[in-house]
Nanobody, 112 residues
Framework: QVQLVESGGGLVQPGGSLRLSCAASGYINAMGWYRRAPGKQRELVARITRGGITNYADSVKGRFTISRDNAKNTVYLQMNSLKPEDTAVYYC?????????WGQGTQVTVSS
């Protein structure tokens, strides 16, 4: 049973930064961050394979960086130059073979 523990959400001003963390248990392949903003569908923010290959949504390229520590089974999302439209609940995802697990979500609010 994979358990995901998320941390790092909060309130930040436009242009500020936050760092999200997600610690998983068990053997994990790819890990990623998704978000759901008010009135929008859930979308992929960033994903990283166990080998370090990354993928980003166009809206966050150049601002967000995903990384992971395989020894700790932890994935990070460094979010810089935050915009109000980044406001959303951010969910950690961990892929197993087979199946996947989701965190409970952490709120990120970008507002002045």
């Amino acid at each position: 049973q994979v358990q995901l523990v998320e941390s790092g959400g909060g309130l930040v001003q436009p242009g500020g930064s936050l760092r999200l963390s997600c610690a998983a248990s068990g053997y994990i392949n790819a890990m990623g961050w998704y978000r759901r903003a008010p009135g929008k569908q859930r979308e992929l923010v960033a994903r990283i394979t166990r080998g370090g290959i990354t993928n980003y949504a166009d809206s966050v390229k150049g601002r967000f960086t995903i990384s992971r520590d395989n020894a700790k089974n932890t994935v990070y999302l460094q979010m810089n130059s935050l915009k109000p439209e980044d406001t959303a609940v951010y969910y950690c995802n961990a892929e197993r073979l087979p199946g996947e697990n989701w965190g409970q979500g952490t709120q990120v609010t970008v507002s002045s």
